[in-house]
């Protein structure tokens, strides 16, 4: 059986000082300590307690603020962040990892314009996150989460109220993965606003066909189908 008291609450922390004072003088114990913050960080993270990582995260480059990897670091705790809905925060994390990152890592700079392609969406930054997105793009052209990219940036488009430049990036989102229930939705609400239910009904009923179970594609037909009637 544990005991608990200040004994033991006292000996974890003057442990822990000993343990600081001592990577400071070995710069290898130094970065281990780092490193240890680091990986706490990341199981944190798995198990969904978003503070504790983010912690953990922000001692990490506490004790080795110039350590040239970093961005890693930077990396993970804007998705600690934006797990934890700190948009803000999330921001300021990915685009220090980006300006961090190394010229030549065109992976890691793709899978964080990606990131922040994403939160910018979800804060109505729209500009914003169609430039991530365009980036990302043009920095690999062929990652396997580009359908989704296409997808996401069409949603900007379709919230700027630019329904052709919107349908334009479902249509190559769909041709990417022709099962992706959510392009045909997006894709029908533009012919829908643009007027042209025929499109719009194809559309929301392919994207019923691929998700049965979806109430809002299920309404979305209907939808249709009562418009159709009025203009009958």
């Not at 500009?127 to 043009?138: K, M, N, Q, W």
């Not at 559309?203 to 249709?224: C, H, M, Q, T, W």
Request: glycine content about 4%.
């Amino acid at each position: 059986m544990v005991k608990k008291g200040l004994n033991k609450e006292y000996f974890i922390g003057f442990t822990s000082a000993l343990i600081f004072c001592f990577t400071l003088s070995c710069s290898s114990s130094y970065n281990r300590l780092a490193r240890n913050y680091h990986e706490q960080g990341q199981i944190f993270y798995e198990r969904m307690e978003y503070t504790s990582s983010i912690e953990n995260y922000t001692k990490a480059l506490e004790v080795n603020p110039k350590d040239p990897e970093n961005y890693k670091i930077y990396f993970d705790r804007g998705k600690a962040y934006f797990k934890d809905r700190q948009y803000e925060n999330a921001i300021y994390d990915y685009t220090r990892a980006l300006e961090l990152t190394p010229q030549g890592d065109r992976k890691s700079k793709f899978l964080i314009l990606e990131s922040r392609g994403y939160v910018y969406l979800l804060s109505q930054q729209y500009d914003a996150s169609i430039s991530d997105y365009s980036d990302a793009l043009r920095l690999m052209p062929t990652h396997e989460y580009v359908k989704f990219i296409y997808t996401n940036r069409a949603w900007d488009y379709f919230n700027k109220k630019e329904y052709d430049l919107a349908i334009n990036d479902f249509t190559k989102s769909i041709s990417l993965d022709p099962k992706l229930a959510s392009s045909f939705y997006g894709r029908g609400q533009c012919w829908y606003l643009k007027g042209d239910l025929q499109r719009a009904m194809q559309d929301a009923k392919e994207a019923l066909r691929l998700n049965p179970g979806s109430s809002k594609y299920d309404d979305f037909v209907y939808e249709i189908r009562n418009s159709m009637k009025n203009v009958n």
